[in-house]
C-alpha cells in the first residue's frame, strides 16, 4: 500500500523508497497528532489576521479541525497505513470535510515548521509535567526526611564509612539537588516557550505572514525571531531538554545505588517492603531492589538517548534535513523513562523502612574519630595536634568515647548539618517553584482550550 503524500505531485513513487523512508516515523507521530491539530488551529488564526484567507473560509478551518481534535482524542482520527505522517493525515481528513477550505490550511507553512511547532507544544506539556512530578519527589524527600531527622547512620567517603550522618541528611540532599534541577527549567523554558510557524523551511514564505498573531493563539511567549534559526535549532533544542532529563536521572541512579548498598544483608539500614521487592526463580529466600537497578538503567538509558540526539544533529549544516526525523525517538523515550522513574521513587520512598538499631551500631568505632578531635577542640586543643593524637589513638586500637545520638545531632548546628537541616527553605523552594508550574500549566492549557472552543476555569 503506497502511502499518500503531500509533496510528489503525479510523479510515481518507489514503494520501497517510501517505505525505507517513513519508518517507524507514525508510531512516534501518533504522539504528536492532537498538538498537529492544535497547532493548525494556530495557524489558521494566523491566515485569517494576515487576511490570507477570509472569515468565512477560517470558520470553516476551524470548525473541521475542532471535529478533527474530538475524532483524534475519540480514537476515530488515527494515523493510518496510507498516511505518510501526521501531518498528511489531518490534512487529508479536513481536506475530505471542506475541500475548498481544507486545501488552503497549509498555505505559507511547510512540514519542517509544522513538526517544529508539535514538538514545541509537545515539550511544553511535557516539561510541566516533568516539572510537577520532580516537584512531587522533591516534597517526598523533604518529608522523609523531616520524619528521620534523628535517624543516625555513617556518612562514607570512598565506600568507607567516615562520620556520622543520617537519614534525614540523605534525603535533604538529594531534595535539595532535584530542586537545583526543577529550577534550572528557567534557562530551558524560554527557549521551548517560542513559536517556529511562519519559518517554513527555514527560509520564511513570500507571504504577509502575521507571526506572533500565530504565537498569541498557540500560548507562546514570543517567537523564533530569525526564520533560519528554526532548523539550526533542531536537535538543539531536544538535546537541552534530555539533559535537562539526564539531570534528574543523576539523582535518581545515585539515591537508587544507596538504597541498592543499604538495604543488603551487610548494611541493613533500610528494609525493602516486599510489595517493592522481586524474587528469585531458584533462590526462595531473595528480596531483590529491582525497581531501583532498573531505575539506575533507566537513567543511563536517558544519557544514550541525549548522546543518540546530539549524534543526529551536531554535524549538520544549515536549513533542513530528513535526519531531523530519527530525533523524535530518542526525545520521547527519554521523557518517557525520565517521568516513569521519578513517578515510581516517589511512590517507593515513604514506604521504605529503616532499621535504627542497624543504623546506629555502624557508629561505633573509628567512625566517632572525628567527633573526638572537635571535642578536643572545643577544649582548647589546636586542630592538628589534636588530629596527630586521636589518628595515633586509632593506629593503636583504642576505642573513641561512646556518645549518644542527641550528642552527636547537639555538636552539629550549622546550617545545613544533621542538627539544623534547613527544611524550612527547601519547602519555601517547593512552593515557589509550584507557583510557577501552575502559573504556566494555566497559561498553556487556557491557550489550547481556547483553540479548541473549550470553556478555560
Known sequence: MTPRVLWSGDDALDRQMLAYTVGDDRIWD??????????????????????IITGAEHTRLQRALRAALRAAEAGRLRIGPRDEDVHSAVELWITRREPGAGERLHTGRSRNDQVAADIR?????????????????????????????RVLWPGYTHQRRGMPSSAGLWAAAYSEGLLDTLESVGGLWPRIDRSPLGSAAGYGAPLPLDREAVARALGFAGIDRSVASVQLGRGKLEAAVLFWCTQFGHDLAR?????????SEEFGFIRLPAELATGSSIMPQKRNPDLFELTRGRAAAVEGALAETLALSSKLG???HR???????????????????????????????????????????????????????????RFR????????????????????APEIIGARTSTGDIGNLGLGAARR??????????RERSRFDGAMARLAGRRTR
Open 385 to 404: 595536634s589534636a588530629y596527630r593524637d586521636v589518628a595515633r589513638a586509632v593506629r593503636s586500637g583504642a576505642e573513641m568515647p561512646a556518645l549518644s
Open 121 to 149: 507544544l509537545y515539550l511544553k506539556d511535557s516539561v510541566l509535567s516533568l516539572h510537577a512530578a520532580g516537584l512531587a519527589l522533591a516534597a517526598e524527600l523533604a518529608g522523609f526526611a523531616a520524619r528521620h531527622r
Open 323 to 381: 535526519d531531523f526525523q530519527l530525533l523524535k525517538p530518542p526525545l520521547m523515550r527519554g521523557i518517557d523513562l525520565t517521568a516513569e522513574a521519578l513517578a515510581m521513587i516517589a511512590a517507593a520512598l515513604p514506604r521504605l523502612e529503616l532499621d535504627r538499631e542497624r543504623s546506629a551500631a555502624a557508629l561505633a568505632g573509628a567512625t566517632l574519630a572525628t567527633d573526638e578531635v572537635m571535642r578536643r577542640v572545643r577544649s582548647g586543643e
Open 30 to 51: 501518533t504522539r504528536l497528532l492532537e498538538w498537529d491539530i492544535l497547532g493548525s488551529l494556530g495557524h489558521a488564526e494566523g491566515l485569517r489576521h494576515a487576511r
Open 255 to 263: 539515591l537508587s545505588t544507596d538504597v541498592i548498598l543499604w538495604s
Open 429 to 438: 523552594r517547593i512552593t515557589e517553584a509550584r507557583r510557577w508550574n501552575a
Open 318 to 320: 544549515g536549513g533542513y
